[in-house]
Every structure is written in C-alpha cells, then in structure tokens.
C-alpha cells in the first residue's frame, strides 16, 4: 500500500471534518432563526427561505448542504426534517438542541485547552464581536449574548 500525497490525505481526513464542521455552523444557525423548527413539518423550502431573507442562490446552497448532510429530506419542493433531526428538535426532546450544541462547544474547548495552545484553526467562524481569546468574550460580546438570551459563542468551530 502506498503512501498518500499530502493533499490526497487533507482531502480523505480533514475534507469530511471540515465539512462537519460546517454543517454544525449551518444547523446552529438555521436553530437560532427559526428555520430548522419550522423544518420539523414539512415545508416549501424556497418561501421559507425568502421569508428568512435568503436569495434563491444561498436557499438553493444551504437546501443541498442539509441535504447532503441528512439533516433534510427535500421532494417536489417541500424539505422536511429526517426523522433523526426531529427527534433532535422535538419538543419533548430530553435537552433542547442548542442546549446540546453548547455541551459539544464545551467539550471541544475543554479539549483543545488540554493541549498546547492553538490560536488559529482551519474551523473558525465569527458570530458577534470578536473576542482577543476565543474562550474569553469580550465585555461588548457578553452583554449583547446576554441581551439575546443566548450563550456567547466563540470563533471556533464547535463553537
């Protein structure tokens, strides 16, 4: 067996983490909007889209990511939740998602400060003001998370 290059190993190891990486971003971001509850029946994904003020192109985008990553199923127009993602968003579900989307952030933060320190990655996103330290929001960032009702973020992908 030979060795891979190194990019054949960044595309077979880090592509599919990346794009993990990716769909979480898009799935906390659709929760926060409303956008994945209303998904929990079955929907016409174009007005749903319009109507959180996505254009055609992004709807179109966003629809084949949640497509691709099994949080939708889409026919004839209507998308709707695979039934995996509404147990996720059930009402009655044990911890509401982004209750368990903030666990996971923890955990990854916890681990990443276990090593040595890594300022930069190739998952970071940016949600609110940026912090100097991911894991220390600043003051700007605490009170308008604090405003909102939701916990800060940080820039980093499990957030």
């Known amino acids: ?18 794009a993990a990486c990716g769909l979480i971003g898009l799935v906390d971001g659709l929760a926060g909007s409303g956008l994945l509850g209303a998904l929990r029946e079955p929907v016409r994904w174009q007005d749903a889209a319009a109507g959180a003020g996505m254009s055609d192109e992004v709807a179109t985008a966003v629809l084949a990511a949640l497509v691709a990553g099994e949080v939708v199923t889409a026919q004839d127009g209507l998308a709707r939740l695979t039934p995996p993602w509404r147990a996720l968003t059930a009402p009655t579900a044990y911890a509401p998602l982004d209750v368990v989307l903030a666990g996971d952030a923890v955990q990854a933060r916890q681990l990443r400060r276990s090593g ?13 003001s940026p912090s100097p330290s991911p894991s220390r929001p600043t003051r700007r960032h605490r009170s308008a998370s604090r405003a909102s009702g939701r916990a800060p973020s940080s820039t980093r992908c499990g957030r």
């Open 1 to 18: 067996m030979t060795e891979p290059s190194f990019f054949e190993a960044v595309e077979t190891t880090l592509g599919p983490l990346s």
């Open 116 to 128: 040595p320190a890594t300022p930069t990655g190739p998952c970071r996103r940016r949600t609110g």
